[in-house]
C-alpha cells in the first residue's frame, strides 16, 4: 500500500485549490489523516486532521478557509484550500492512519505536494 498525495500547482492569490490524499493499493481505507505543510527555511506544521470519529481540526492560519473531508470511496481524504495567500506556499504532505478488514494498522506519509501561490 502507498500513500499518494496530489493536486498541488500554482495558483493566484485568492484562487483555490484541492489536494487529495489516496491510499492505493491491498483495500486499505483511512481511518484518519493529517496534512501537514512545510514551507522553505521553516519547519512542518500541521494544518488540518480529522479523527476515525470524523472530527475535524485546522490551524488558526487556515481556518475558515481550509476544509479537510474523507472521500466516500474510504480511501482518499481531501483538503480544500480556499482563498489562498501567498503564505500558504509551502509542500504540503498528507499522513495517515490506514486500516481495513483483516488489514494490519499502519500510519504512512505521502510525498509532498507543492503549493504555490503568487500574489
Known amino acids: 500500500v502507498q500513500l499518494q498525495a496530489s493536486g498541488g500547482g500554482l495558483v493566484l492569490a485568492g484562487g483555490s485549490l484541492r489536494l487529495s490524499c489516496t491510499a492505493s493499493g491491498s483495500r486499505y481505507n483511512v481511518n484518519s489523516a493529517d496534512w501537514y505543510r512545510q514551507a522553505p527555511g521553516k519547519q512542518r506544521e500541521l494544518v488540518a486532521g480529522?479523527?476515525?470519529?470524523?472530527?475535524?481540526t485546522y490551524a488558526d492560519s487556515v481556518k475558515g478557509r481550509f476544509t479537510i473531508s474523507r472521500g466516500n470511496a474510504k480511501n482518499t481524504v481531501y483538503l480544500q484550500m480556499n482563498r489562498l495567500k501567498p503564505e500558504d506556499t509551502a509542500v504540503y504532505y498528507c499522513?495517515?492512519?490506514?486500516?481495513?478488514?483483516?488489514?494490519?494498522?499502519?500510519?504512512?506519509w505521502g510525498r509532498g505536494t507543492l503549493v504555490t501561490v503568487s500574489s
Open positions: 480529522v479523527s476515525s470519529g470524523g472530527s475535524t
Open positions: 499522513n495517515a492512519n490506514l486500516g481495513g478488514p483483516g488489514r494490519l494498522p499502519k500510519n504512512l
